[in-house]
Nanobody, 126 residues
């Protein structure tokens, strides 16, 4: 089975931190590009951060650059998203997604990704 399971979401005050985890099963993340996406009510899904499975290069949306960090633990077949200095605008359902690597690098956009987790809710509110 190919499965991605997110965890780590919850309610946090502005300025707080959360670490999201994306555990993969049925395939090894070494051969996949991994992305974190989020969708708030009334807004389209956007790419937050992506990491290349071939070279390890990373992408961050301008809105989270300097606050969020994406990383992987190959031994655990898990990808993380460390979120610091959270803002109310970060409130959304966060999804982990994967796509097999190819000769052409994938853009950090939902249309490029094949496998998706079910999402985890992140709420930033005082």
């Amino acid at each position: 089975q190919v499965q991605l399971v997110e965890s780590g979401g919850g309610l946090v005050q502005p300025g707080g931190s959360l670490r999201l985890s994306c555990a993969a099963s049925g395939f090894t993340l070494d051969y996949y590009d991994i992305g974190w996406f989020r969708q708030a009510p009334g807004k389209e899904r956007e790419g937050v951060s992506c990491i290349s499975g071939s070279f390890g290069s990373t992408y961050y949306a301008d809105s989270v650059k300097g606050r969020f960090t994406i990383s992987r633990d190959n031994a655990k077949n898990t990808v993380y998203l460390q979120m610091n200095v959270l803002e109310p605008e970060d409130t959304a359902v966060y999804y982990c997604a994967a796509v097999r690597i190819s000769a052409v690098q994938h853009w950090c956009t939902e249309y490029e990704y094949d496998h998706w987790g079910q999402g985890t809710q992140v709420t930033v509110s005082s």
